[in-house]
Structures are given as structure tokens and as C-alpha cells.
């Protein structure tokens, strides 16, 4: 059977505000799984809190809505216990930048193979658009009450220097090029990142689909290659965060993508060999009659350091 | 000859005492000897007091502790001032005659509090504060006997046999102290050697040097002042023993369960458990891999639920280790699983608290919190476990509650059994049972959270089914929803699954009665309690005195009506709390459930085991009219 976008949208009504961001993202991943005609039973969508965080129910996927921050700690867990699922992380800016900002770092120093998006429209939606921390310092968005007191952050570079062996910045009414960008990142073994510029048309009167038309350009017009070769990873990542600074003329496409470095799921099957050949969740772990695998003899022949032989005196 | 023995054995942190407690209670065990060994120690690497506090017995494994000691080992002075109150009348104690001059005074680890206590008793004794006044002292009012020993002359003579460097001799000042427990106890050489080859496996030259010192040292203990303290040969009929800490057996445990994914976030004490399970990982046996286990340490306490609870839902039995400072960074998510009925199993070390209290001493002040942390209400299982074997299988029953009624389980143990290493017999593996719940993996239309049910099917993620979860109240299906009154259907569904459990769970995993309708005093108490109440009946006994102990082991759900009829045939003023915190935590919620209210309480919190003398001295207190003895005996 072959898939269409349609085919991997669910019933729930969107309730997303009219105009909102998220629809570009959403069209974007529909036509990405279609075009890679990703199996849905096999293909876990994990989502944080806020707008984003309402991914999962529209995509007929697994689906799984988790907490604020939490969702890449929760993605990781599900991608060790079966590594041949497909795991993506829809999260806004405040949810993985802010209060997740930590799982956000240590996946890039996992290089789990999970698809991080970041839903970044530099406010805190679901609240009432409070400053994110992709906001500028100095910057009042409609319903600021005071300008933005404090410096925001690069979500490109801080991927880059985190360990992500994929980054990627898109914008969401660019909806083709997201789709293009989404299938490279499921395609891409290892940590990746797409940094998904997107209005927020309620709260963010600034960073509106007129501002980005005027400053969004492609990094491969002027030849931007993001490819890693042999031996050249420092350069091309120092290159990578230099671009990503750039801030009169904002750059989308790949920054980024070094295929040469071990995934976790590696690691561990290098230490663990049977780990790839039959997946944790499908192991055996009793016998038919519902007694466990490990017997008494394998017991003892297992944890052989713990038990002493008694030799009575005589 | 004793059939019973009580040792304490101390030195620097960093020395080697750890070692020592495994070599001497592998060659205990190898000879038949029950053993059950407290560690105590500082949150420090190197240099502050630890100890080692043993039981010996040839008659039946030993289950709690006491005071005073029959052999007290010193590897150095600061042992010495800190534990000679400790040492009964015409005991041992072995010192280095090189500290014969150190006075208390001079010794910068020694903390304020017992420097003051010392300055105290010296000026009463009317001592100058040295070891060899003090030994002077000891030996005319407590005709205390002393084993001096040369310490650095045995090492030195361990680097001239062996050309070691001084450095490097010094690292087996340990093997000193079993030397001299060797000597004293009368062991035989044999079981030291079987203990040296099971702790240093392939390391030989280890079990040489090791070996040297132990030899010498028993021999000349032996030959200069005999075996004061030698123990009869067991009458223990096991022929194997497992000798393992509290967190070791749970680990074990783990494996036996069936676990695939354990995630946790360095803590004392329950990060060992993390450790051992790593070193099992490949699940090998004979060359042949039975399966994988990963273990994961996460960037925080959070990251260590939630990817226990991610795991879970990809089908593996999963948990993660912690004690209170990394569950109170898991309570949020604690609520997500029982919001969205994920497994998830929570082995939780309580150690003194609050906030970073005492990180390497023990406590029970964490049961409440447990009951209700997380905001709202949802279903959960706390299961606490009294000694190693009750854990063994309280960890697999956690692993099996915890899937079949898609529930997180607290399994809530302390820093007492964490760190104790006892001898037990072999755990019974004929008796344990794998129920992973009920499970599909191929329906369509599937409903995660089916209210025609009332435990909904689970599966796994990668199976041949889609499912949705969130933790936003939600439809059948996992998709957010407001509608009040499916609000009320799916919110009874949940917390129906506490009466589903309390009526399943059999009442003998749940709280165990040991004793008789007609006793005077019934203690109540939980989690490593039992071992010291329920040697305290038999104390009692012995003094005419009949005891009982009601050994809670379920807080949630709370087997209400079992206790009640238990404690209702007594009356308050018979009933007697027992535990490890200020409040009697649980016997709060034995009135909160039952209505039962228990008159007296015998509450320790300065971060020690209870002992059985304090204990029966206390039972007395409170039987002569006393309503709330606090314990605090122990260095």
C-alpha cells in the first residue's frame, strides 16, 4: 500500500490559531513521511508542552505527549529500548531551550539517532506570549510588558557545539524546503536538528511571516556545502557556527552533517552483541509457564561471584 | 567458644575496609558462619572515620546488630577514641602500637562534637588524652584485652618479601585487621584463601600479598595472646550462601525480572545497584548472550524517569534507582505514568534526609512523601522490603504489579540494606513468576486507555498498532479531552485500579504478622526494622516478656483491613511504632487508614541502625510507661 500525506493525518481537529506557524510544519511532515513512506506503527512522534506539543494527535503515528522539557529524555528511552523505531522530537523554544534545555545538550552528546524539531517562534505561545529563549534582548513582542530583558540564545550553534551530527535551521512557510530538510534529518543516522523558524501570528507582532520573507535565504546559494569529509570536522563545524550567526540575513538548509561519528545504539551494540539481533522488547524474558529465563542453575552460573560453597570443619 | 559474635573494624575512609568486610565475610560464610555487616561511613573519598559493625553466628543467620562488641579492630587512633566506649567488658582490641602516643587532641577528623564528648570523659577519667592512657585505663576498669601490632613493621616486612615500594606495601594495611580477626576468631587459613581467589579472581599477585599479611598476623595473634574470641564450628545446615549487599541482591534481582533498561543518575546509596547491573549487561552465561541490558546514566534524575518510562512503553521492563534528592526531581513525571498507566519501577534508597541531609547514613523519613508526591491524584504502588531475600522477590513482584495493572511502583528501601552485606540462602528462583500483564500487538482501532476494561490492554511501541499518550486528560485513544463527563470515566478507571490491586494483591505481600494475640507489646514497623524487631521478640522472651512485630510492607494500597484486624485485639497502649524518622511516619498512616491508633513510638533519625540493645532497652522503657523513646546510640 502506498501512503499519501493524507493518509498519515488523524481526525483530530487542529486548534492551532488560524494562520499559526505549525501548519507549515505539520504540511511539511505529512508529505516527509509520505515521501519516505515511513510505517506509522514503526515511527514514534514525541512531543513536549505547549503548541507544538500537540503534534502527535495530528499525525497517525505513534504518538506520544509527554511533559515541559522532558520529551527528548523520554524519546531517548524509547529509542534504546527498540532502536529500530523511527523517534522524532516536536518541541517549542521555551520547551526545549528553556526548562529542557539539558536533555537538549545531552542528546547531542548522545548522538542518539533522534530527529529533534524546534518549533521556534521566539515566544511562549500557550501562555500568553511571554519572551522565549530565542527572543532578542531589548525586543517587546505584543504582549511583552517590559522589553525582553535577557540575551537569547543560538538554538544552530548551541546544536552544533552540543554534538549534533545533523543541523539544520528551516522556516516553516517554506513548507517544500522543511519537507526536504525533515526527510535528509530521518534520513541522517545520529542526533539531528532542525531549527524551524516559524510566526507566531497571536503573540509575536515582530518576527512575522513580512520580516522573514525579507531576511530568509538559502545556504546553498552561495555553495554552502554542509557535508563532513574525513578528518575535517572541526573546520566545518567552526565554519557551520559562524554562519549560524549571521543575523542581517537569516541563512535555512543544512548547516551541518558529519556521518562519520558512532551512534549510541552502536556503542552499545559494540559492548552488547545480541542487543541488535533480537531488540530488547522482543527478547525472551520467561518460559512458557511464566517462569523467568534465568533458572536456578543459571542463577548460580551468573552471579557465581556472590555465592560461597560452605566447607564444614569436621 | 562463641556461637555469637559481634566486630567492629574501622580506619581511614580509602583503606581498604570495604575489601576487608567482603574477604572476611566470604571466609565466614565459606565456614558455614551466618554474617551480617553495617558499613558506616562519611560522604568522603579519602580520610574520614569509617567502620565496618559485624555479627557472627554459628547458629542461624544473624539479622540485626548490637552493643556492645566482643573484638574491636583499630587501624588507627581515631578508631580507637571513637569506638573503645563500644567494647564490652574483658573485650579485644587490636591498635598499632605506633599510635600509642597519639592523643585524641592532635587528630583533625575527628568532628567537634565527639572531641567534646572525648575532652568530657578523659577529664573524668582523669587521662591525658593518649592511647596508651587510655589502654592504661581500659585495662584496670574494663579489663579490656589489647592486641598491639606493629603495623608498619608488617608491612614493611610484606614490601622486603615481595620488593614492593613502601607506597605501594601500604595499601594492604587492611589485610592487618583480618589478620588479626582471623587470629582471634580462630579461622581457618583455608576459607581465607577460598575468599582471597572469589574477591581478587585473576588477580594473583593481590592474593598473595593479601594472603602474607593474613597469615602473619593470625599466626603471631595466635602464638602471643591465642584465640581469645574463637568461634564453635557452625551448626548452619546451607551449603551454598549468598553474600551480597542490599544493593547487589536487588540488582540481581533486576535480572532475574527480566529488566532490559535501567537509567539512573549518580546517588548514594543506590548507585552501586546501576553498577552491577552494568557489569552483567551482555546477560551471558556459558558464552551465551540470554539477552541485553542497557543502562543508561542520564544527565539528571528527570532524564533518568522519563527515559525509564520511554522504555517502558517500547515494551521492556524498565526502572531506574535513586534516593531522595533524585525522586524529588522525579515526582513530576512520577504523575505522567500513572496518567498515562505506564509501568515503571522506581527503586528508591531512602537515605538521611532532608535535602542533602546525610548522604551516606540511613533513614526511613521518606514513606509519606512517597504516598503523595506528584500533584493530583492516580494510582501508584509503594512496596518497602525488610531484608535482602524479602527484596529479591519485592523487586520481581514490583516488576510484575508495575505491568499488570500499567502502574508505577515505589519500591522504597533504605541506606541500611543498601550498603549491609549478609549471608542468606540462595533465593528460591522455583518461586518466582514472570506476569508482564496483559498485552496486544496486532488490533485495529485500537483504544490505549479502553474504558470497557477495567485494566486496559497495553502494548508496545513497534508493534503492529498505533497508540497515542498524553498527559492532558485524554479519550480512549490517548487524544486530549475536556468532556467532563468523560473526565469522570477515565479518572475512576485509574484510581479503581488501587481497589483492583488491594483485592488481588495477595495480604502476605502486603504485611506479615510475626507473634501471638496474647503479646504485651507489639511493635510496628517496616523496611529494615524487621530484622532488629524481630530479634528483639526473642530478647524479650527470654525475659518473660512475649513481643510481636506487624511488618508493613505495602503502603499503597494500604492492606487496611488485615492490619486493623491484627491491631485491633491490642490496645494503644500496647502497641509500640518503630522506625527511622521523627513522626513514626507509619504509623500516621496506620491511623490515617484504620483508625487504629498505635500509643507508643520508638523513633531513631541520627542516621544509624537501630540496635538490638537499644532496642530491648527501649521496649523496657516503654513497658515501665514511657510513650516515645529516641534512639541515638552508635558512632
Known sequence: MVRSPNDYRTDVWVDWCPGCGNYGILAALYKAFAELQLDPTNTVIVSGIGCSGKTPHFVKVNGIHTLHGRAIAFASGIKLANPNLTVMVHGGDGDLMGIGLGHFIALGRKNLDIKVMLHDNRVYGLTKGQASPTLSKGLRTKSLAQPNILNSLNPVALALVSGYTFVARGYSMLSEHLKNLIIAAIKHKGSAFIDILQPCVTYNDIHTPEYYRKKVYFLEEDGWNPMVREGEESDKLLNAIKRSFEEERIPIG??????????????????????????????????DDGSPIFDEILFEKMFEEYIVRVERSQ | MYNNILILLGGPQGSGLESSAQILSKTFARLGYGLFADREYFSNIKGRHSYIHMRISSKGLPVSLSYPVQILCAMDAETFFTHFQDVEEKGVIVYDVST??????AIPSIEPGLRERLRVSFSEFGLDGSISSLIRYLKAVKKTRFIGLDYQKILSELSQKFTLSPAHASRYLSSIIVGA???????????????????????????????????????????????????????????????????DVIAMAKIVGGLRFQSYYPITPAADESFTLETFERLEVD?????????????????????????????????????????????????????????????????????????????????????????????????????????????????????????????????????????????????????RGKTVFEKPDFKRFDLSRPISLRTFLGSNIIQWAAGDEHDEYGHIDEDPLNRRKMYEKRMKKLEIIDSEVPVEERAIFYGQDDARLVMIGWGSVKGVALDAVKEMELSGIKCGYLHLKMFSPFPSEYVKS?????????????????LAQASQLVRQQTGILIGNSIVKYTGRPIYLSELVNALNRILNGERRVVLEYGA
Not at chain 2, 600509642?100 to 587532641?105: D, G
Request: hydrophobic share 40%; glycine share 6%; proline share 5%.
Open chain 1, 254 to 287: 543544512i548547516f551541518y552533517q558529519n556521518n562519520f561519528k558512532q551512534t549510541l545504539e552502536e556503542s552499545y551494540s559494540q559492548r552488547i552483541s545480541s542487543y541488535f539481533k533480537t531488540i530488547p522488547p522482543w527478547q525472551k524474558i520467561s518460559k
Open chain 2, 100 to 105: 600509642l602516643s597519639t592523643k585524641y587532641s
Open chain 2, 181 to 247: 580477626i582471623v587470629g582471634l576468631t580462630g579461622l581457618k587459613l583455608d576459607a581465607v584463601a577460598y575468599a582471597l581467589a572469589s574477591r581478587f579472581a585473576g588477580r594473583p599477585q593481590l592474593i598473595e600479598h593479601n594472603m602474607f599479611i593474613i597469615e602473619s598476623v593470625s599466626k603471631t595473634v595466635m602464638k602471643e595472646f591465642g584465640t581469645l574470641c574463637e568461634l564453635e564450628p557452625s551448626a548452619n545446615s546451607l551449603e551454598k550462601m549468598l553474600v551480597s549487599s542490599g544493593n
Open chain 2, 287 to 435: 558464552g551465551e548472550s540470554l539477552g541485553s541490558l542497557i543502562v543508561i546514566q542520564t544527565e539528571d534524575e528527570i532524564a533518568a524517569i522519563c527515559s525509564a518510562i520511554g522504555a517502558s512503553l517500547s515494551g521492556v521492563r524498565s526502572s531506574t534507582s535513586t534516593s531522595g534528592p533524585g525522586f524529588s526531581l522525579m515526582v513530576e513525571a512520577l504523575g505522567y505514568a500513572g496518567q498515562i498507566e505506564s509501568p515503571v519501577v522506581i527503586t528508591y534508597y531512602q537515605r538521611g534526609a532532608p535535602s542533602t541531609g546525610q548522604p551516606t547514613r540511613g533513614g526511613q523519613s521518606d514513606l509519606l512523601f512517597t504516598l503523595y508526591a506528584s500533584h493530583g491524584e492516580f494510582p501508584r504502588i509503594v512496596l518497602s522490603s525488610g531484608d535482602h531475600l524479602e527484596a529479591f522477590y519485592d523487586t520481581i513482584l514490583a516488576l510484575n504489579l508495575s505491568e499488570r495493572y500499567n502502574v508505577p511502583v515505589i519500591h522504597l528501601l533504605d541506606k541500611f540494606l543498601a550498603n549491609s552485606i549478609v549471608t542468606t540462602p540462595l533465593p528460591e528462583i522455583s518461586k518466582v513468576k514472570i506476569d
Open chain 2, 566 to 582: 491484627i491491631l485491633s485485639k491490642f490496645k494503644p497502649e500496647n502497641l509500640v511504632a518503630v522506625e527511622h524518622n521523627y
